[in-house]
């Protein structure tokens, strides 16, 4: 299968260019499987504490078609998603679920930015802005459970 960066080389620098003016210590690579990714590093702070995530946003190989849960995926690496449920079960919050997560073809866990009715991704730097929101709600839901109900209803935060 051709990819979408081998087909179309003004898209590949396009992308390269948003992102690393949005995030400039971003690093991008290309798996076994030819999709293209980003390692990236962000540390929002949250009620004054500094949190740190790693977060790999793989391309589907046919971006920017827009698939199920966005073209561009982004996996929790750390926090994980099992450190992320102890997270969870740790914090006096509840459900102790974590909402808009879905799974891919291979059934790994990456973070759903898409919301069909209303939002629009087209590049990396855009649905990185929406995966910091879910992460900030996330941080912040964890210590106020009025949050972390809202974050549960879909489209209410």
């Not at 977060?55 to 966005?70: C, E, K, M």
């Not at 740790?90 to 891919?104: E, F």
């Amino acid at each position: 299968m051709i990819q979408w960066y081998e087909s179309n080389k003004q898209l590949f620098d396009e992308e390269v260019r948003y992102m690393t003016e949005v995030m400039p210590t971003a690093t991008y690579g290309f798996l076994k499987n030819g999709n293209m990714y980003w390692n990236i590093v962000v540390q929002p702070i949250v009620a004054g504490e500094r949190k740190n995530w790693m977060l790999l946003a793989v391309y589907d190989p046919d971006y920017p078609q827009r698939n199920r849960g966005g073209a561009i995926k982004f996996y929790p690496i750390k926090p994980s998603y099992d450190e992320m449920t102890e997270m969870v079960q740790d914090s006096p919050v509840t459900p102790k679920t974590i909402p808009h997560l879905m799974r891919d073809e291979n059934y790994n866990i990456h973070i759903s930015y898409v919301d069909s009715e209303r939002t629009v991704i087209i590049n990396a730097a855009t649905a990185l802005a929406h995966i910091m929101r879910w992460i900030t709600i996330f941080e912040l839901g964890m210590i106020d459970q009025k949050i972390w109900t809202l974050f549960h209803d879909h489209g209410k935060i």
